[in-house]
């Protein structure tokens, strides 16, 4: 192995960073493996072991760089150490490419038709993986690169985002071929590719005219953004002006509302810990929030903690609570999947010491079941910050009309992290077509059509307000959210087969 196929490889690194915010150059995504696939040839699988963790490396380290500002910032680490985390999750993410390199080789050490096919199922396969290991990590999947490109992605009502992620590793891996191997029916093989981009665009182009015909009458929504930043939330001190703040957006929205033919009351979202107390342990608030809703004559959903008392300490939980327009609850939601090392420390009787350097992390139960709440105007199921980049929760919400995400994204700062998390959203609405409603605490709130379409989103770091309208779907459920994450696990499947047969037939190993 030479330093210039280390170069290659991470060539292909700088482009795979090069494809998410804050670059976004998506039309890249069709070529950025190629130099990757052309140093694999004639490798052992160890190279291609470091050559894939070289890519992987050096694109993740483009894209979650973030962490340091977050981790300074708001989780009070010197850079120093927060470098180390970002190295050290980019390092993560780096694995499972290089597992893509060793595998590719591994299972087909002899370079042809048989890698060109193999490439995006393994792909797929150490996505599917690392969106479950360790409670998971699935950020910034290849197929969420072309969340702006409606046409590509509208296959993810079929085959989730692993399905996009499919198609651009095989377009890859048909110009690698064409290239390489020129003499094996080269135009026979771009011809193939060209017929697929052509049938995957068309599928996309048609359900973008369909779409909106699945829609149903449309209900008025709200979302308030109040800016609170995170290093004066959690101050008692500080409870009557945020509160204050959120109650002037609230008016202010209501009478946006004024005037306007409402067949049902309106829907007001407030973002995630947007009321910072113990929501369920606090009376005063409680009357407090529920006068504000009277006075709104509208649903109020609002993020806020809550706690269940049993021995000892009582256990936090954080959630989302709707009120009716007479003030009187509507139900609770929990969050049910936390963010690792922010909620929760996974592995804690191995991992006992990070608490000591991030002290800031919580130790918060997770929720149980899936919530969807039903008012009048449509059914809409609620997801807390990172839960909307895991397919799997949302799917338990596919019942829903019209999904709400509340979130609050300041520990991001003004990184692209907000825009990257928002892409997620997008590949949503898309897979279960339904319409997102997104509030966020700083920003980016935003609305995102069925089609993914990001039809409206906030500045960020303002006090921002925002009075329309949603479709709720009234289709039935999508192939995939019947299905799921079939195609990922026929996909694992498959690499798991092949790679038996290698055994088998003795590949080269380590």
Same mark, same amino acid.
């Given at each position: 192995? =030479?330093?210039?196929?280390?170069?290659?490889?991470? /060539?292909?690194?700088?482009?795979?960073? @090069?494809?998410?915010?804050?670059?976004?150059?998506?039309?890249?995504?069709?070529?950025?493996? +190629?130099?990757?696939?052309?140093?694999?040839? =004639?490798?052992?699988?160890?190279?291609?072991?470091?050559?894939?963790?070289?890519?992987?490396?050096? !694109?993740?380290?483009?894209?979650?760089?973030?962490?340091?500002?977050?981790?300074?910032?708001?989780? !009070?680490?010197?850079?120093?150490?927060? *470098?180390?985390?970002?190295?050290?999750?980019?390092?993560?993410?780096?694995?499972?490419?290089?597992? @893509?390199?060793?595998?590719?080789?591994?299972?087909?050490?002899?370079?042809?038709?048989?890698?060109?096919?193999?490439?995006?199922?393994?792909?797929?396969?150490?996505?599917?993986?690392?969106?479950?290991?360790?409670?998971?990590?699935? *950020?910034?999947?290849?197929?969420?690169?072309?969340?702006?490109?409606?046409?590509?992605?509208?296959?993810?009502?079929?085959?989730?985002?692993?399905?996009?992620?499919? /198609?651009?590793?095989?377009?890859?891996?048909?110009?690698?071929?064409?290239?390489?191997?020129?003499?094996?029916?080269? @135009?026979?093989?771009?011809?193939?590719?060209?017929?697929?981009?052509?049938?995957?665009?068309?599928?996309?182009?048609?359900?973008?005219?369909? $779409?909106?015909?699945?829609?149903?009458?449309?209900?008025?929504?709200?979302?308030?953004?109040?800016?609170?930043?995170?290093?004066?939330? *959690?101050?008692?001190?500080?409870?009557?002006?945020?509160?204050?703040?959120?109650?002037?957006?609230?008016?202010?929205?209501? &009478?946006? +509302?004024?005037?306007?033919?409402?067949?049902?009351?309106?829907?007001?979202?407030?973002?995630?810990?947007?009321?910072?107390?113990?929501?369920?342990?606090?009376?005063?608030?409680?009357?407090?929030?529920?006068?504000?809703?009277?006075?709104?004559?509208?649903?109020?959903?609002?993020?806020?903690?809550?706690?269940?008392?049993?021995?000892?300490?009582?256990?936090?939980?954080?959630?989302?609570?709707?009120? !009716?327009?007479?003030?009187?609850?509507?139900?609770?939601?929990?969050?049910?999947?936390?963010?690792? +090392?922010?909620?929760?420390?996974?592995?804690? *009787?191995?991992?006992?010491?990070?608490?000591?350097?991030?002290?800031?992390?919580?130790?918060?139960?997770?929720?149980?079941?899936?919530?969807?709440?039903?008012?009048?105007?449509?059914?809409?199921?609620?997801?807390?910050?990172?839960?909307?980049?895991?397919?799997?929760?949302?799917?338990?919400? &596919?019942?829903?009309?019209?999904?709400?995400?509340?979130?609050?994204?300041?520990? /991001?700062?003004?990184?692209?992290?907000?825009?990257?998390?928002?892409?997620? &959203?997008?590949?949503?609405?898309?897979?279960?077509?339904?319409?997102? $409603?997104?509030?966020?605490?700083?920003?980016?709130?935003?609305?995102?059509?069925?089609?993914?379409?990001? =039809?409206?989103?906030?500045?960020?770091?303002?006090?921002?307000?925002?009075?329309?309208?949603?479709?709720?779907?009234?289709?039935?459920?999508?192939?995939? &959210?019947?299905?799921?994450?079939?195609?990922?696990?026929?996909?694992?499947?498959?690499?798991?087969?092949?790679?038996?047969?290698?055994?088998?037939?003795?590949?080269?190993?380590?």
């Amino acid at each position: 192995m =030479r330093p210039r196929d280390v170069g290659y490889a991470a /060539f292909s690194g700088i482009l795979l960073g @090069f494809l998410f915010p804050p670059f976004s150059f998506e039309a890249i995504a069709w070529v950025a493996l +190629f130099p990757l696939l052309w140093v694999l040839d =004639r490798r052992h699988p160890l190279d291609g072991l470091i050559l894939g963790f070289v890519a992987g490396f050096v !694109g993740y380290l483009i894209i979650i760089w973030w962490v340091e500002v977050t981790m300074v910032n708001y989780g !009070g680490l010197p850079s120093p150490l927060a *470098w180390l985390l970002a190295v050290t999750l980019a390092a993560y993410v780096g694995l499972y490419v290089g597992a @893509f390199g060793y595998l590719l080789i591994w299972i087909t050490p002899e370079a042809g038709y048989a890698r060109m096919f193999m490439a995006p199922v393994l792909w797929v396969a150490l996505e599917l993986a690392r969106a479950y290991f360790l409670s998971g990590f699935p *950020w910034a999947l290849l197929g969420y690169s072309q969340y702006s490109i409606l046409p590509v992605i509208q296959i993810a009502d079929l085959f989730g985002v692993y399905g996009v992620s499919f /198609f651009i590793v095989l377009i890859n891996a048909v110009f690698w071929h064409f290239f390489r191997h020129p003499d094996r029916a080269p @135009f026979v093989v771009l011809g193939g590719g060209v017929a697929l981009a052509a049938l995957v665009q068309g599928y996309g182009y048609l359900r973008l005219l369909e $779409v909106p015909g699945e829609m149903g009458p449309p209900r008025p929504v709200g979302i308030v953004q109040p800016d609170t930043r995170p290093s004066t939330k *959690w101050k008692p001190g500080r409870r009557e002006a945020i509160v204050g703040d959120l109650e002037k957006l609230t008016e202010a929205l209501t &009478a946006d +509302f004024s005037g306007r033919g409402r067949p049902v009351p309106p829907l007001i979202v407030w973002p995630e810990a947007a009321a910072p107390f113990v929501y369920s342990e606090e009376p005063r608030w409680q009357k407090r929030l529920a006068e504000i809703a009277e006075r709104a004559g509208s649903y109020l959903l609002f993020g806020s903690l809550s706690a269940r008392r049993a021995e000892g300490d009582p256990r936090l939980y954080n959630s989302a609570y709707l009120l !009716g327009p007479d003030g009187t609850s509507a139900g609770r939601y929990d969050k049910m999947h936390l963010v690792p +090392f922010g909620e929760y420390i996974p592995l804690r *009787w191995l991992l006992f010491f990070v608490e000591k350097f991030v002290p800031i992390i919580g130790r918060f139960g997770e929720g149980e079941e899936a919530r969807i709440f039903d008012v009048p105007g449509g059914k809409f199921g609620v997801l807390i910050c990172f839960e909307v980049i895991f397919p799997r929760v949302v799917r338990r919400m &596919a019942g829903s009309g019209f999904l709400v995400n509340i979130t609050n994204d300041a520990w /991001f700062g003004r990184t692209a992290a907000s825009e990257q998390h928002l892409s997620m &959203a997008a590949m949503r609405a898309v897979e279960l077509r339904t319409p997102i $409603v997104r509030a966020a605490n700083t920003g980016i709130s935003a609305i995102i059509d069925a089609t993914g379409a990001i =039809r409206l989103r906030s500045p960020i770091f303002e006090k921002w307000r925002w009075a329309g309208v949603v479709s709720p779907r009234k289709a039935s459920p999508t192939l995939y &959210a019947r299905v799921g994450d079939i195609f990922a696990l026929v996909c694992f499947a498959v690499m798991l087969l092949m790679g038996w047969l290698a055994v088998v037939r003795g590949h080269p190993r380590l």
